[in-house]
């Protein structure tokens, strides 16, 4: 008989040896029942790769919080990036939108500016100090004068035609306070302020100088151009384009932008000044419009400056005089000096900048003398010279006025603007007085109150 324990075959364990368990540790009982198994205590190389495991799982469980933090900061990195490539691929203000903002705020600061002297300057609710390029003592002379005489509507502007600084920027209105704010900016009817545009579309082209002679037909300040025609058989009126420049003679400018520049010529030409298009980077004015005529009718209304719809700025007027001053130049218009922050350091100065080029050198000397007629023998004779006929002023001036009646708002509308002195010029206005029914007084004094101050 066989010993009972030769009975019982050895059998391959399909359970890893890894952990302990194999055949000789399973007891075998008499009556078949397996046991449960017991651990033996690893030893050898078992011990060795109990070892290395245990070993393993506790650089995992040491590394898994580091990598929980790895990935949380990888996540907010990549928003970090995506933020900054959102930031880098949204427009950023340019130095122009950046300008206009200064100088909107500029703007609303002015009528609350602190004035030392002739410097002017003004705070931000967020500490930014406003240095203004206007002369204080020109700014108060100016708006004292509008005050005293109580004018319905009156807007002046002032500019250093060599670098475009802004001299004085003011305005008034005895019927509405709300009106000034924005008036310098807004658009009026040119009126004959536009006979320098259609002057400057003939010069360009060489179709007049400033000694030509003109024939027209008509009352000098005729606004029909019906009657403008020269008649064939002759008995014409003439005039030379200095003399008719200085007197805003209709019917000659009329003539000049049909028969003689041309429809094309002097489209060409209210470009180059500007209209239809925005012009003055920085600044909130409007654009200046001015319609292509229909027909010859309306080209001579509006070389004439009788075209109602032809409407622009004050401070746009006031750049193209200082551009015409300037020998053709017409520079970016700037309100402050400097921008000063909370801790007393310039973040920003004024520095010239060209603009364009509006007509020639030549061109330029050609309008600076038909303007100079206006103050000598022309429609401004009277405010610049005493009863006697001796003149105000010590300085030579160039000048253009306009006169219209408009209905935004609703009134005459008298123009004014200059530059002085003619050799050198420092100093380039726009004066605009819109008088009800009663008149106080003409754009053309508040010009003279101004250079009287600036020359003083």
């Given at each position: 008989m066989q010993d009972l324990k030769n009975l019982s075959q050895k059998k391959t364990s399909a359970v890893p040896k890894f952990f302990g368990f194999g055949a000789r540790n399973r007891r075998i009982k008499l009556n078949g029942?397996?046991?449960?198994?017991?651990?033996?205590?690893p030893a050898g190389k078992r011990l060795c790769q109990l070892k290395v495991v245990l070993l393993f799982i506790a650089v995992i469980l040491a590394i898994a919080p580091l990598c929980v933090i790895a990935l949380r900061q990888t996540k907010l990195a990549g928003l970090l990036?995506?933020?900054?490539?959102?930031?880098?691929?949204?427009?950023?203000?340019?130095?122009?939108?950046?300008?206009?903002?200064?100088?909107?705020?500029?703007?609303d600061l002015l009528a609350t500016a602190e004035v030392n002297g002739s410097h002017m300057s003004a705070q931000t609710p967020e500490g930014l100090q406003y240095i203004y390029t206007i002369q204080g003592d020109l700014q108060r002379r100016v708006y004292d004068c509008l005050v005293k005489y109580q004018v319905p509507y009156g807007v002046f502007v002032a500019i250093e035609p060599a670098?475009?600084?802004?001299?004085g920027m003011t305005a008034y209105s005895s019927s509405d306070a709300g009106w000034a704010k924005h008036s310098i900016f807004e658009l009026y009817p040119m009126a004959s302020l536009f006979k320098i545009i259609t002057a400057s579309a003939a010069l360009e082209n060489h179709k007049i100088t400033p000694e030509s002679m003109i024939e027209f037909r008509g009352n000098s300040y005729s606004e029909n151009p019906r009657y403008w025609d020269i008649s064939p058989r002759g008995r014409n009126s003439s005039m030379n384009a200095t003399y008719a420049m200085g007197k805003s003679i209709n019917p000659v400018y009329g003539r000049v932008a049909s028969d003689i520049a041309g429809k094309s010529s002097v489209m060409e030409s209210v470009s180059r000044f500007g209209f239809n298009q925005v012009l003055l980077p920085g600044t909130p004015a409007k654009p200046s419009q001015a319609g292509e005529p229909g027909n010859n009718h309306d080209l001579r209304l509006m070389g004439a400056g009788l075209d109602h719809d032809v409407k622009i700025s004050p401070l746009h007027a006031a750049v193209i005089m200082s551009a015409i001053a300037n020998g053709g130049k017409m520079m970016i218009p700037g309100l402050t000096s400097s921008i000063v922050d909370a801790h007393g350091i310039e973040k920003e100065t004024f520095a010239p900048r060209e603009l364009r080029r509006l007509v020639t050198p030549e061109t330029s000397a050609s309008l600076t003398r038909m303007l100079s007629s206006t103050v000598l023998t022309g429609t401004s004779r009277k405010a610049f010279h005493d009863r006697r006929g001796r003149p105000l002023l010590d300085v030579t001036v160039a000048a253009k006025t306009g006169s219209i009646d408009g209905t935004d708002p609703k009134g005459h509308y008298s123009w004014f603007a200059a530059f002085a002195p003619i050799q050198n010029p420092r100093i380039a206005l726009v004066a605009l007085v819109i008088n009800s029914d009663k008149w106080k007084i003409k754009?053309?004094?508040?010009?003279?109150?101004?250079?009287?101050?600036?020359?003083?």
């Open positions: 029942e397996s046991a449960r198994p017991r651990l033996s205590h990036f995506r933020d900054r490539i959102a930031s880098l691929t949204t427009s950023a203000p340019s130095p122009d939108e950046r300008a206009k903002s200064h100088f909107e705020s500029a703007t670098s475009g600084r802004i001299l754009a053309s004094q508040v010009g003279v109150e101004a250079l009287e101050e600036f020359f003083r």
